[in-house]
C-alpha cells in the first residue's frame, strides 16, 4: 500500500544548520496497516509524513502509495490518496467555512471540482450523519464557521474530514497532542472505531507510550531519522511503556 | 456606486485570499484606458464596458503566475504588474495620458436621453452593476471551486490536503478581482468623461477604506450580507469625501485623508486589544478581529 523506499530529507542542506531529519528511511506497509510511531522530539517522525504527503520534495529515494510513484507529485495531488489529521486542531480546517463546506469541501478531495453548487441537500443529511457518530452535538451546528469549535470539535472534524472520501493511507500526526485528556481519550476513541470499521491503512504519531502500545498492528520507534525499533503483533502487544522508555533512553 | 465593483474585487483579493493586490491600480486604468479609447473611436460604448473584464483579468492572470509559478511574493507580484501596465495603459491610449469621451456616447448616454439626470443616471447603472456584480462573486464562492479557492485563501495546508490546487485557487481570484476591478474602471472613465494614466493612484486604499467602512457599519454574520456591506460601505466612503470636499478640504489632500483613515481603521482592532476592552463588534464573517 506504501512503500517508502531510502528516502532522505536534509533541511538547510549545504548550510551550517546541515540537518539530515529522514535518513535514508525504508518502511513498507500492507493494505489494512494500523502503524504507531513513536520517538523523541526531533527523531523526524513529522518529517516522515510530511515528506510522505508531499509537504516537500524529498532529497532522495521513492514514495509509492497504492502502487503509483508519488514521488513527484505536489501535496494537492497526493491528497487523492491520503487523508491527513494535523497535530495542531486549527492547520486541519478552515475557521471562515462552515462545517458543512468544509466536509463538501473533504468529500470532493480528488475529484475535479466543478461550478456546481458546492454543496447539495443529499450530502447534507449524510453529513449529519456522520457528526451525530462522533457525539459532540455537531450535526446541530452544520451552519456554524469552524472557528467557533474547540480544539477537540476541530480535530473530531478533520477526522472525518480526513476520512470521508476513504483515503487509501491515513496519516495522523500527534493529532491528539493539544487536547485535555479526557477530549483526547474521546477523539482517540472515535479514530479507533474510524479506522477499524474501514480497515484503513494508517501511519500515527503519538508519545504517548500506552496507546502506540495498544493501538494499531505494528509499532516502529525513530530516532535521529531512522527505525531503531519495530514490534509486531503479540510481541508488541507485550511491550510496556517503562520498557519502551528504556529503548528511547537507548537512542 | 461605480466604486462599489472596485471594492468587491478589493474584498476578493484582501479579505477572502488574505492578500491585498496592487495590481488594483493598474487595472483599474486598464480597463478605462480600453473602454475609453474603444468609446473615442466610435465603438459600441457597452462592448467597450465588457472589453474593460478581459483585459483586467489578463492582468490578474499575470499578478497570479508571477505569484504562483515564480514564487514573487504576493506584494511585491502586485507590484510588479501595476509598474508594467502603467506603461500598457499609455500604450493601450494610443501614447497619451488620457483620454477624452467628450460628445462621445457612453453607457449613461441612453439613460440621460430618457429625461434622467446624470446623477441619477449614474445611480441606476451604478446599482445594476453592484447589485451584478454581487451576485456574480456570491454565486462563484458558493459553487465548488469558489469553496476551494475560499479554503485556500484561508487555510493554505487545509486547502492542499483536501485536494485543492491552491496555486489555481489563487490565479483564479486575482483573475476575477481584477476582472471586476477593470469593468469598475470603466464605468468611472465613461462618468468623468475621460481616461486619465493618474486615476489609479491610491485606488487601493479607496477600496480598502470602503471595504473597513462597509465591515464596521454594515457586516453581518452571512457572506452575502459581507458582499452587499461592500457596496453601501462604498457609497459611505463617497459620501464622506464629499462632505469633506464640501467643508472646504482642498482636492489634492483627499489622498492624505484617505491614507490616515485607512492607518487608523486597521490599526483599531489592535490598539482596542491592547487596551484590553474589545467588544467583539468587529468581527468579520470570518471571524476576524
Ligand atoms: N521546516 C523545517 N525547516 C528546518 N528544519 C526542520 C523543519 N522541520 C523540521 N525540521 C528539523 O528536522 C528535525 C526533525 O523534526 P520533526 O519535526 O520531523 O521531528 P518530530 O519527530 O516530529 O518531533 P516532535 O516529536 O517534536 O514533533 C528536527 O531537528 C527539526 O528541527
Ligand atoms: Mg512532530
Redesign the interface.
Known amino acids: 500500500m506504501l512503500k517508502v523506499d531510502n528516502v532522505t530529507k536534509i533541511w538547510g542542506a549545504g548550510t551550517a544548520d546541515e540537518n539530515t531529519a529522514v535518513d535514508a528511511l525504508t518502511l513498507n506497509l500492507e493494505e489494512g496497516d494500523f502503524i504507531t510511531v513513536v520517538g523523541g522530539n526531533g527523531s523526524g517522525k513529522s518529517t516522515t509524513l510530511n515528506a510522505i504527503?508531499g509537504t516537500f520534495p524529498v532529497d532522495a529515494g521513492k514514495i509509492w502509495i497504492n502502487g503509483i510513484d508519488v514521488t513527484k507529485h505536489p501535496?494537492?495531488?497526493r491528497?487523492?490518496l491520503?487523508g491527513?489529521v494535523?497535530q495542531d486542531p486549527?492547520?486541519?480546517?478552515?475557521?471562515?467555512?462552515e462545517i458543512q463546506?468544509?466536509l463538501?469541501?473533504?468529500s470532493?478531495?480528488?475529484?475535479r471540482?466543478?461550478?456546481?453548487?458546492?454543496?447539495n441537500k443529499k450530502e447534507r443529511e449524510r453529513y449529519r450523519d456522520l457528526l451525530s457518530i462522533l457525539g459532540l452535538g455537531l450535526e446541530d451546528r452544520m451552519s456554524d464557521?469552524v472557528?467557533?469549535l474547540s480544539g477537540g470539535q476541530r480535530q473530531a472534524l478533520t477526522l472525518v474530514?480526513?476520512t470521508l472520501k476513504a483515503p487509501k493511507l491515513l496519516l495522523l500526526d500527534e493529532h491528539t497532542a493539544a487536547l485535555d485528556p479526557k477530549t483526547a481519550a474521546k477523539v482517540l476513541e472515535i479514530t479507533e472505531t474510524i479506522i477499524k470499521k474501514n480497515r484503513f491503512t494508517t501511519l500515527m504519531v503519538t508519545h504517548n507510550m500506552k496507546d502506540a502500545i495498544s493501538l494499531g498492528n505494528r509499532l516502529i520507534m525513530m530516532s535521529e531519522g531512522k527505525i531503531v525499533y519495530e514490534a509486531e503483533g503479540g510481541a508488541k502487544q507485550r511491550l510496556t511503556p517503562g520498557e519502551m522508555v528504556d529503548r528511547f533512553a537507548m537512542g | 456606486m461605480l466604486w462599489s465593483v472596485m471594492t468587491i474585487g478589493v474584498y476578493m483579493s484582501y479579505r477572502v485570499m488574505n492578500m491585498p493586490d496592487l495590481t488594483a491600480e493598474g487595472s483599474i486604468v486598464l480597463g478605462a484606458a480600453v473602454s475609453a479609447v474603444i468609446i473615442a473611436q466610435g465603438g459600441n460604448p457597452f462592448l467597450a464596458t465588457l472589453a474593460a473584464i478581459p483585459a483586467g483579468m489578463t492582468a490578474g492572470l499575470v499578478t497570479g503566475v508571477l505569484h504562483t509559478k515564480l514564487k514573487i511574493p504576493g506584494l511585491l507580484s502586485g507590484i510588479l504588474c501595476m509598474i508594467a501596465l502603467y506603461s500598457i495603459n499609455i500604450r493601450v491610449m494610443l501614447g497619451a495620458a488620457n483620454v477624452s469621451l467628450l460628445r462621445r456616447r457612453t453607457v449613461f448616454t441612453g439613460l440621460i436621453e430618457t429625461g434622467l439626470s446624470r446623477n441619477m443616471s449614474t445611480l441606476i447603472l451604478g446599482a445594476v452593476c453592484a447589485a451584478l456584480a454581487v451576485t456574480v462573486v456570491y454565486c462563484?464562492y458558493?459553487?465548488?471551486?469558489?469553496?476551494?479557492v475560499?479554503?485556500t485563501g484561508?487555510?493554505d495546508?487545509?486547502?492542499?490536503?483536501?485536494?485543492?490546487?491552491?496555486d489555481m485557487a489563487k490565479v483564479m481570484s486575482l483573475v476575477i478581482s481584477n476582472g471586476l476591478i477593470a469593468l469598475s474602471g470603466s464605468l468611472i472613465c465613461q462618468y468623468l468623461g475621460f481616461s486619465d494614466i493618474q486615476m489609479g493612484i491610491g485606488a487601493i486604499v479607496i477600496g480598502l477604506a470602503s471595504l473597513i467602512i462597509g465591515e464596521v457599519l454594515f457586516a453581518g454574520r452571512t457572506f452575502k450580507r459581507a458582499l452587499i456591506a461592500m457596496v453601501f460601505g462604498s457609497l459611505v466612503y463617497r459620501f464622506v469625501i464629499a462632505m469633506v470636499l464640501e467643508a472646504g478640504m482642498p482636492a489634492t489632500d483627499l489622498k492624505l485623508f484617505t491614507a490616515i483613515t485607512v492607518a487608523i481603521a486597521l490599526s483599531l482592532p489592535n490598539l482596542k486589544k491592547k487596551l484590553g476592552k474589545s467588544k467583539g463588534k468587529l468581527v468579520d464573517?470570518?471571524?476576524r478581529k
Open positions: 504527503a501535496s494537492y495531488k491528497a487523492k491520503i491527513r494535523f486549527l492547520m486541519g480546517s478552515a475557521a471562515s467555512l463546506e468544509n463538501a469541501l473533504a470532493r478531495r480528488g475529484k471540482r466543478s461550478l456546481r453548487w458546492g454543496i464557521k472557528g467557533l474530514m480526513a | 462563484f458558493g459553487t465548488e471551486i469558489g469553496c476551494a475560499r479554503a484561508n487555510n495546508e487545509m486547502a492542499k490536503a483536501q485536494g485543492v490546487n491552491t464573517w470570518q471571524g
